[in-house]
C-alpha cells in the first residue's frame, strides 16, 4: 500500500489506492500532489474480541451479538467490511468505530438447540479475521 502522511495529524497515514505488480516488484497509483510517501504492507488480520459468547455455556435466548474489532494498520473502513452469520443468515452489524464496538441484533427468534455464530472482519488491506462458534439455546 502507498501512503501518506494525513494533513490533520503527523502519525496517522491516509492509504492511497494502489497497485504492487508481483513480477516487476513495482508499486503504482495516483498521487494528488507531490510530498512525502511511505510504502508499507500491512499483513496483519484485524483484531476480534467477542464479548457475549462462551461456547461452554447454554442460553436460554440469544437474539445480541456483541464483540470489538480494531484494526491499527490499514483500518476498517466500513460496516460493509463486517459480515455476522448465524445457521448462514445473515445479520446486520452496527459498527460503532470510535469504541471498535460491533453489535448484531438478530432479526428472527431463534429456535432451541445448537447454531453455529461467524464472525468475520476484513481490513482495507483484504487481511481478514474469521472467527466461529457453536452456541446453545434452550
Known amino acids: 500500500r502507498l501512503s501518506s502522511p494525513?494533513?490533520?495529524?503527523s502519525t496517522k497515514l491516509e492509504l492511497i489506492k494502489s497497485q504492487f505488480d508481483t513480477s516487476s516488484y513495482q508499486v503504482s497509483g495516483k498521487l494528488e500532489s507531490l510530498g512525502l510517501y511511505?510504502?508499507?504492507?500491512?499483513?496483519?488480520?484485524?483484531e476480534l474480541k467477542v464479548l457475549n459468547i462462551?461456547?461452554?455455556?447454554?442460553?436460554?435466548?440469544f437474539d445480541t451479538i456483541r464483540f470489538k474489532a480494531k484494526d491499527d494498520q490499514s483500518g476498517i473502513k466500513t460496516?460493509?467490511?463486517?459480515?455476522?452469520?448465524?445457521?448462514?443468515?445473515?445479520?446486520?452489524p452496527e459498527w460503532d468505530?470510535?469504541?471498535?464496538?460491533?453489535?448484531?441484533n438478530l432479526h428472527w427468534q431463534i429456535e432451541p438447540g445448537e447454531h453455529e455464530v461467524v464472525i468475520e472482519v476484513q481490513d482495507m488491506a483484504g487481511n481478514i479475521n474469521m472467527q466461529n462458534f457453536i452456541i446453545n439455546v434452550e
Open 6 to 9: 494525513d494533513k490533520s495529524s
Open 38 to 46: 511511505f510504502v508499507g504492507a500491512d499483513t496483519i488480520k484485524p
Open 54 to 61: 462462551r461456547e461452554d455455556q447454554i442460553y436460554n435466548s
Open 79 to 92: 460496516d460493509a467490511n463486517i459480515r455476522i452469520t448465524v445457521d448462514n443468515q445473515f445479520v446486520l
Open 97 to 104: 468505530p470510535e469504541r471498535d464496538l460491533i453489535t448484531g
